[in-house]
C-alpha cells in the first residue's frame, strides 16, 4: 500500500480534527484528580481535562515522528 505524503497528511489532519473537535466529554482523569476535583465548579474541572490533553500532545508527536522517520529509512 503505496500512499503519498499528501493523502497520509490530510488523514492525519482529519483525525486530529476529528479528536479536537468532538464535544464529548473527555475523560482525562484519572479517579484520585476527578475525586480532588468534585468540590470546585465545573469550569475549572473542563480547563484541567483540557490541560491534560495538551500534556498528551508532545509524546504522541514525537512517537509519530519517529514512526515516520524510522519508516522512511528502513530500507537504507
Avoid: E
Amino acid at each position: 500500500m503505496n500512499l503519498s505524503w499528501r493523502r497520509v497528511l490530510i488523514l492525519v489532519v482529519f483525525a486530529a480534527a476529528v479528536v479536537l473537535l468532538a464535544h464529548t466529554y473527555a475523560d482525562a482523569q484519572c479517579s484520585m484528580c476527578r475525586a480532588s476535583l468534585t468540590s470546585v465548579n465545573s469550569r475549572f474541572m473542563r480547563n484541567f481535562n483540557i490541560g491534560v490533553l495538551v500534556l498528551l500532545i508532545p509524546p504522541v508527536s514525537i512517537f509519530c515522528s519517529l514512526f515516520i522517520v524510522l519508516r522512511k529509512y528502513r530500507n537504507h
